[in-house]
């Protein structure tokens, strides 16, 4: 006798085991790009083989049989032949072509990048070509060429000359080779090969072992250079750098972290350019980064973001007659210090103005400092300017030649407890023998 079956249960099991399962469907639907993708290849390599196959047998096999010689049609040429071949497989051709020329334009592509990174990354080998002198010219005549080169190509005699910049670059560049008898005497030995070295004798080489004793923990302000000697573009930068720590290395730090063999991720910015120059100071919460900008700009862009390093401290006389009386009246925690220099202090590049810029902003945690124009505060009023602050200035006739230091105690005080006159300019370690001579 035959068990009886539990009504629907056996359909109900067949139909579960029938349906796909979800993750099943999902796959189906997310594989069937890929297995068209594959189906397509497989198709165009197996007409390629039987193709290739077809026309060996033709030239091996030739088919002799009677029906064949019947059907034997008349022998077309090269051309007609190929174009009949082209008609009769356009698909397969054109497919054919497609990928050809996709693995010529992917070819290329990397070939012009390669190329174009080594024309960057390439120095410039010809320098005594770049000054139009011999190669047993004198160092005289070397310096020569470079002043009439230098006159002739320099960005600021030619504001609206867009190539000068960088041919101004590449005649400093060969100017600093051959002017040293050693760094001329390895570019000859070389081969005319530039050196790829970049020294700069004059910048602090920084590490991840020194960088906090010098720079972050430091009361000057740094300027760093992040690079890497076979860099292209820190090639054409060098110049400029150099050119910046000749003019105002008296005024901040310069320094450089090469990162050949150091990626340098132990600095507090990522490196994405080079080079990348970044300015640290202790009235900067965070390092401030040098804008990129076109090279015939790059002179005055650099030497902006170096004069601006220190806070602009000048009273600004002439737009408000009485900011001395509310400053010295003003109250504070630190001594007041007053320099009286010729210029106008309230101009933010102002370069007589740099040194005491330099000195406020080293000595700003006990001192609090402005400057002003020594002939602007001769011409404030009796009620603007207090009478033993004027005695204590430089005379009118004096004003340009030079200069005062006045010395205030932090209560409110607005007469000097103590000043002192001296000839301008002046250097910035005369000013801090005034400054601790009168505190």
Known sequence: MAPIARKGGGKKRSERAQEPDDDDKFLDKENQGRWTDGFMVLRLARWIAESSMDVVRGRRQPDTSPSARKKDT??????????????????????????????????????????????????????????????????????????????????????????????????????????????????????????????????????????DELVTFSNDVWIVQIFKPDDGHCHQFHPFWENQIQKHGHLVRFGRVDITNDRGTWLPVKIRVLPLVLKFSKHLSSPEIFPITAMHETSQTLMKFVLTSFPNIGIVLDHDKQSVQRWLSGSSRRHKVLFAIPGRSEEERYKSHLVPRKVASSWSDIFEFRTAETAALHRLGNDMLPTKVRAALPSPENATKQAALLFFPAKRQTEPAASAIFAWPAGEEELVLQLLALA
Request: proline residues 5%; charged residues 30%.
């Open 74 to 211: 008349p022998k077309l040429e090269p051309k007609e032949a190929a174009m009949q071949f082209l008609s009769n497989n356009k698909i397969p051709v054109g497919l054919l072509a497609i990928f050809a020329l996709t693995c010529a334009i992917i070819a290329g592509g990397e070939s012009y990048s390669s190329r174009d990174e080594r024309s960057q990354n390439e120095a410039v080998n010809d320098y005594y070509g770049t000054l139009g002198i011999l190669r047993d010219a004198e160092t005289a005549d070397v310096k020569r060429a470079y002043k009439t080169l230098a006159k002739r190509w320099h960005p600021d005699k030619n504001p609206n000359c867009t190539s000068c910049q960088e041919t101004f670059a590449k005649i400093a560049v060969a100017y600093e080779t051959l002017n040293d008898k050693e760094k001329r005497a390895a570019y000859d030995q070389s081969g005319d090969v530039a050196s790829s070295e970049l020294k700069s004798p004059r910048s602090v080489p920084l590490t991840r072992d020194n960088f």
